[in-house]
């Protein structure tokens, strides 16, 4: 039976001809990467154990083979296992005490997709610098004019600590209130919550931007969210050079993988983690150490998300390489290692 016929439009036939190779392509592909999976199971497989731990407990594939192609070789599984803690928590950056927004001060906005928890940040951030300076260092801000009650929730939380909020509708009343603000130690500005995807998200960053005192904007990652979703919000969000993140719902995520493989490949500062709903206690400084150590910890249960034994040459084959990543500070292997950037 043919394909395509003598009278089909050029158009058409391309687009099957491309169809083809394409399809040709991943067949091949998935061969070479089946047969390359075969051969590195023989010759490193400590590597591969490795590997197989990454990609089950929730890292992507891209981050997982830059880490592979730079592990050095003939390391034992437990070696291994030592030298990824060590490149992930190297590669991990976070706010270290002392350098935090309660200490250090100045105006930030959060911003992140609806439901991440902003409003109840601002809170948390608003209580600690409530106790280390006092109400009078503080004010609070919301541009959330669009759901109804939206700033009600932050003036209740106002009134409780005695500090004073602001409603902003535009770019000129922004201003004006930052001006009239300029002897606060801390502002913080509650945004709307907006889609990755929302046309006006760039409305967002123009207010923010245009201020005229320095802004600084620190996104909202949902630690159970999934790691494409992740990926895609921080692109959107990231355009104009975020300031750093903040990692919120821990506690419901059965693995933060996904969240802090987005975090490390675009190298975003991590400010907090939260990890509950109470006012200010569920907010704590990142410690690489233990998020290392509890995101390599093996997921209980089988997942369906899991790749088969059979499965993993393809899912690797289905991503390229990464660029941006740092060299291990793991003392062992310091030597063998180089640089992790692609």
């Not at 929730?58 to 981050?63: A, C, D, K, V």
């Not at 200490?103 to 439901?115: H, N, Q, R, S």
């Not at 541009?143 to 109804?148: A, C, E, N, S």
């Not at 931007?209 to 790691?227: E, W």
Request: proline share 5%; with cysteine; hydrophobic share 40%.
């Amino acid at each position: 039976m043919e394909t395509g016929s003598k009278d089909a439009p050029p158009d058409l036939m391309s687009q099957e001809i491309i169809r083809e190779i394409k399809f040709l392509r991943g067949m091949l592909e998935g061969q070479l990467s089946g047969f390359a999976w075969g051969e590195l199971q023989r010759e490193e497989p400590a590597k591969v154990e490795a590997l197989r731990h990454m990609l089950s407990v929730g890292f992507s594939p891209l981050l997982s083979r830059q880490l592979l192609d730079k592990m050095p070789s003939g390391y034992d599984l437990e070696k291994s296992l030592r030298w990824l803690k060590a490149a992930l928590m190297h590669n991990l950056h976070v706010v270290k005490a002392g350098d935090d927004i309660v200490e250090c001060g100045g105006v930030y906005a959060l911003t992140g997709p609806t439901g991440v928890g902003k409003t109840t940040t601002v809170a948390k951030l608003a209580a600690r610098c409530t106790l280390k300076h006092g109400p009078a260092s503080l004010a609070l801000i919301t541009t959330d004019t669009y759901r109804i009650g939206a700033h009600e929730q932050l003036r209740i939380y106002g009134k409780i600590l005695g500090v004073p909020v602001y409603v902003i509708k535009d770019e000129a009343d922004l201003q004006f209130t930052l001006s009239d603000l300029q002897n606060k130690h801390l502002i913080l500005i509650d945004t709307v919550g907006m889609s990755q995807r929302d046309r006006r998200l760039s409305e967002q960053v123009a207010l923010l931007s245009g201020a005229g005192r320095s802004i600084k904007r620190l996104l909202l990652l949902s630690a159970n969210g999934q790691g494409s979703t992740l990926e895609d919000v921080v692109r959107s969000y990231n355009k104009d050079d975020m300031d750093g993140c903040i990692l919120t719902k821990i506690d419901e995520a059965i693995s933060i993988a996904p969240a802090l493989d987005v975090v490390i490949r675009h190298k975003l500062m991590l400010h907090y983690i939260a990890n509950g709903q109470r006012v200010p206690e569920d907010l704590h400084l990142p410690n690489p150490v233990y998020l290392v150590d509890r995101v390599l910890k093996p997921v209980q249960g089988d997942s369906p998300f899991t790749p088969l034994e059979a499965e993993y040459p393809l899912v690797m084959a289905a991503t390229g390489g990464l660029s941006g990543v740092e060299p291990t500070a793991y003392t062992e292997v310091k030597r063998d290692v180089g640089a992790l950037r692609g």
